[in-house]
């Protein structure tokens, strides 16, 4: 038998997993619904909608299953009553086109995880001094003129740095990123 406390624990743990799957898709999701109706306010609005009626719906949702394709069905049809309202009677693109879209989201999100690797692989390929100077600069807030006065450099100087090493850490990302396509 299911006592209150339980079910008010279920419920608490149901509603925690759908907070971290929105964050987690929460960009994503935005991204292919601002692809569906090309106007942010219009897609903002969408947005919000989505959130609302997965909310609701989230008890049908299945744990352990695609959660952003679960969220773009719903997102899809959110769409379609948009341009009902507007006078339109169906989405301005074909099912195959809009399915390209979520899998285009899919892999944007994949190479923006790629490249964040590949940034910290290229991290620790600096030298001690430049990954030093990258933690003084960035670390606190970003202040570059504060950082060059803390270790006592003039600040043309810690610019030229700076920019030779994002130089250095763009050629290996490329080439590190072009080594994974390959591989």
């Not at 969408?46 to 997965?54: K, S, V």
């Not at 991290?123 to 950082?147: H, M, P, W």
């Not at 003039?154 to 250095?168: E, F, H, K, T, W």
């Amino acid at each position: 038998m299911l006592t209150a406390a339980s079910s008010t624990s279920a419920r608490r743990e149901r509603d925690d997993l759908y907070v971290e799957l929105l964050t987690r898709h929460k960009s994503q999701l935005f991204r292919f619904i601002f692809a569906l109706v090309h106007s942010l306010p219009d897609a903002e609005d969408l947005f919000q909608q989505t959130a609302i009626t997965m909310w609701d719906k989230f008890g049908d949702f299945q744990p352990g299953t695609d959660f952003y394709a679960w969220a773009c069905t719903i997102a899809r049809f959110k769409a379609l009553d948009f341009f009902k309202v507007r006078g339109r009677h169906r989405l301005p693109f074909s099912d195959e086109l809009i399915e390209q879209i979520a899998q285009r989201n899919h892999w944007q999100e994949e190479s923006r995880q790629a490249k964040l690797q590949a940034l910290a692989s290229c991290r620790s390929k600096l030298s001690k001094v430049d990954q030093e100077l990258l933690a003084t600069c960035y670390g606190g807030g970003g202040n570059i003129r504060a950082a060059a006065q803390q270790i006592g450099r003039p600040v043309g100087s810690v610019y030229d740095s700076l920019s030779r090493i994002r130089r250095a850490l763009y050629t290996c990302i490329k080439q590190t990123l072009a080594s994974d396509e390959q591989a």
